[in-house]
């Protein structure tokens, strides 16, 4: 029997149909392609990936290949894997990986090259878009890839908006970082994680500096996050995030809320996160059932 591949689209093709199309759909070439890292550089290797079948494959792949991109040590190869090895990696069909790629181009962070290969775009400046489809690695790959700062932390009193996330608690850790671009040092936005005790007591603030809160919560504290409910809302700039992130006062930002909930639906953290309004655009994206 015939082996088939489901394409980005939801549709089938013939393991024939995809050979006969040949390679990516790779831009033309470009004279300034960057040549492939020396053979010392450790290769580039992506994160792994637990799918969800709810969601477009496409759409997961790219945000979880965004977080690796973005993640990747300063001397990690710039050649990206082939179509073929990446899609094995991710356990998708070529199509739907190449259509995965193709998004990363359009945002600049990679550029395509005929007969060469795919390559990081290391200078590349990101307009981020902030995307809401209900991926845990989609909310790691939004706050990766930035210098973090960790400006403090330590136990404070429920505020009073979060109250009804922690009805059980008297207090909360606050956790207060601020990320830069890794290429200018500019200032993009500034996270304040309000996190339960008892998980807050099993987090390393060295690891803070190098991982968004989602990715050390998932990952290295282990806990098993059940959903993430976003919120993103235009406000006005108050004088600390002014301040923190050089913009005018009452300039326009952008105001994101993540409630994270753990497996017996408890909130484990409630992130807010300010985001400069000239360096990211919100998009929402609805799929037909």
């Not at 040549?35 to 496409?58: E, G, M, Q, T, Y």
């Not at 098993?224 to 409910?229: H, W």
Request: hydrophobic share 40%; glycine share 6%.
């Amino acid at each position: 029997m015939t082996d088939s591949h489901e394409t980005a689209t939801g549709e089938f093709a013939t393991r024939e149909d995809v050979d006969a199309r040949g390679g990516s759909a790779s831009a033309p070439a470009l004279p300034s392609a960057p040549s492939p890292a020396p053979s010392s550089a450790p290769s580039f290797a992506p994160d792994s990936l637990v799918l969800n079948r709810k969601l477009p494959l496409w759409y997961q792949v790219s945000q979880s290949l965004r977080a690796s991109i973005l993640g990747r040590p300063q001397d990690a190869s710039l050649r990206l894997p082939t179509e073929e090895q990446l899609a094995t990696h991710y356990g998708v069909s070529v199509l739907t990986m190449r259509q995965a790629l193709k998004e990363l181009e359009t945002e600049g962070l990679i550029s395509r090259h005929r007969r060469r290969g795919t390559f990081i775009e290391p200078r590349a400046r990101r307009a981020t878009p902030v995307r809401l489809l209900g991926s845990v690695d989609a909310i790691v790959a939004q706050q990766s890839g930035d210098a973090t700062t960790v400006l403090g932390h330590g136990a404070v009193p429920v505020p009073g908006d979060l109250a009804e996330f922690f009805p059980d608690c008297g207090e909360v850790v606050s956790f207060r970082r601020l990320r830069r671009d890794g290429e200018s040092g500019e200032p993009t936005n500034w996270a304040e994680n309000a996190v339960r005790p008892e998980v807050a007591a099993r987090i390393d603030l060295t690891d803070l500096e190098r991982w968004p809160m989602t990715k050390v919560l998932h990952d290295i504290v282990g806990i098993k996050i059940s959903r993430i409910t976003d919120t993103v809302e235009a406000r006005l700039a108050d004088p600390v995030t002014a301040d923190l992130l050089q913009v005018p006062l009452l300039s326009p930002i952008l105001h994101y809320t993540g409630v994270t909930y753990d497996e017996k639906g408890r909130v484990v953290d409630v992130a807010r996160i300010r985001y400069r309004g000239d360096r990211f655009s919100f998009s929402l994206t609805v799929e037909a059932r």
